[in-house]
């Protein structure tokens, strides 16, 4: 299959992508709720085929919105919870989704439901309009057969990480640490609820912070004291890692007195935006030398406008697939940061970015000099055959593959994780092969590569190395042995 994506050496591409058949997948980031893994069972219904594959995944969704389908007719509810107008049933939705599938030719989208409905489900592929009521209900019933942990096995999953609020309730994954079986599930820590002070949720955030660590937080000490023991509890329960996201990246100390006025002046009321970037520039440094000093790995995703459509979030809630890509500056925005903290051996930062302009001119350079620096695989709307393709031109070159960080696949569908690390390792396999065609890269160091680029690079920058080898065990080849 991997031939299609190299014109230069397609039998070198297929044996490459051979190669990583036999490697289980580790998902270091993504967004499958943890209470999805911990309260399912094998024999207990837990979703149907429209809310998997339409009313969950806001790729589908924006898609199908910019098409005119409204959006009660893809079973969206409104963002209070409750329904704004009549919804379509599940089977009403499954069929408008059969009845576009071309309009997801040519997207990663396309792919991964094709691909799923093949090799997890043994369908034929995306089903034609008339085949639709057929395949719900085939895919309802497997659906009611099986769980979530049950899908992950199948598909070779050995480690998944979730990505879990500060004061998110860590029970779940301490019992399922305990399973002592694949996938692992391990918890990330992300801060952004109570880092951005222009969140309007801002004050409830740092009220469930407090009262998750028992404590009233008023100031700015005792909000630093109560991430400083959320993350302690979250390496405790399994994390390797942090997550933060901002829109344009920019990092900076504020004094000690203009960092708590901030905070104190929010807790009244309300600060400007000017006010609130610089408070999370300040609050990415403060991340970044709790994660220095405990050793959590470091990762920022920037570049997109989340919730561009207002209208729309305010109706039918955020995350609902109305973000767009931002123009963003690395070089002069981590500036601060790498000059603290870039070149100590216990920090990792790995970048994610939706402006792929800057990959070629800021995020390769980047992390070919400082050694903390890792670069995330392409993100969002830019996981896709051509632009992995992208990607690794822009980077390799200046950059190298072992400043890399594998691939993620920073998905809320259990079902698909196997077809989009298909499609980075396939990709992966057919930019190699080319690269053995020119001459850039020898036959024995493709193989070694190739197998880096599926697996190791991501249990290296991760820092999963314990959980793989502990679960190593409960793998076995597709032939039983």
């Not at 918890?187 to 952004?192: G, I, L, N």
Request: glycine share 8%; charged share 20%.
């Amino acid at each position: 299959m991997n031939g299609a994506f190299s014109l230069r050496a397609p039998q070198l591409a297929d044996d490459l992508f051979a190669l990583t058949r036999s490697l289980p997948l580790v998902c270091p980031h993504g967004h499958v709720p943890v209470e999805l893994l911990a309260d399912s069972r094998d024999g207990v219904e837990w979703t149907d085929p429209a809310a998997l594959f339409v009313t969950g995944d806001h790729y589908v969704l924006r898609m199908l919105y910019s098409l005119g389908v409204s959006p009660e007719a893809l079973g969206m509810v409104g963002g209070d919870g409750g329904p704004v107008g009549p919804l379509a049933a599940p089977r009403e939705v499954w069929r408008t989704f059969c009845t576009y599938r071309d309009a997801f030719a040519g997207t990663p989208t396309g792919y991964w439901v094709r691909r799923t409905l093949q090799s997890v489900f043994g369908l034929a592929g995306w089903p034609t309009p008339d085949r639709a009521d057929e395949t719900f209900d085939l895919l309802d019933e497997r659906l009611r057969a099986t769980s979530p942990l049950q899908l992950l096995r199948e598909q070779r999953v050995q480690v998944i990480a979730t990505t879990d609020e500060a004061a998110a309730d860590l029970g779940p994954h301490r019992s399922l640490g305990s399973a002592g079986r694949a996938p692992i599930v391990l918890p990330t820590f992300r801060p952004d609820a109570v880092s951005d002070l222009s969140s309007p949720t801002w004050v409830q955030a740092v009220r469930e912070l407090g009262a998750v660590c028992d404590r009233d937080i008023t100031d700015l000490d005792g909000l630093l004291d109560a991430l400083w023991e959320r993350r302690t509890a979250f390496r405790r329960a399994g994390a390797t890692a942090s997550d933060h996201g901002m829109s344009v990246p920019a990092t900076g100390r504020l004094t000690p007195h203009q960092a708590r006025t901030l905070v104190e002046r929010r807790l009244r009321g309300h600060v400007d935006v000017a006010d609130a970037v610089r408070f999370s520039g300040h609050m990415l440094m403060e991340m970044a030398a709790m994660a220095a000093a405990d050793g959590l790995v470091m990762q920022l995703h920037a570049g997109v406008h989340r919730d561009h459509h207002h209208r729309f979030v305010r109706r039918y809630g955020p995350a609902t697939g109305s973000d767009i890509p931002v123009a963003v500056d690395f070089t002069s925005g981590l500036a601060p940061l790498l000059d603290e903290f870039g070149a100590k051996p216990s920090f990792r930062l790995v970048l994610f970015t939706l402006d792929e302009s800057t990959y070629s001119r800021e995020l390769a350079p980047l992390a070919g000099h400082y050694p903390a620096v890792r670069l995330g695989p392409p993100w969002w709307f830019l996981d896709s055959a051509r632009a992995i393709r992208r990607y690794l031109d822009a980077v390799v070159e200046t950059a190298g593959v072992a400043n890399l960080a594998g691939f993620n696949d920073d998905t809320r569908n259990v079902a698909t994780v196997a077809a989009r690390h298909e499609l980075w390792r396939s990709s992966v396999a057919a930019w190699t092969a080319d690269a053995v065609a020119d001459g850039l890269v020898e036959v024995g160091q493709a193989e070694r590569l190739v197998t880096a680029l599926a697996y190791g690079l991501a249990v290296d920058t991760y820092r999963l190395q314990e959980q793989v080898d502990g679960t190593a065990h409960t793998h076995k080849d597709d032939d039983g042995r």
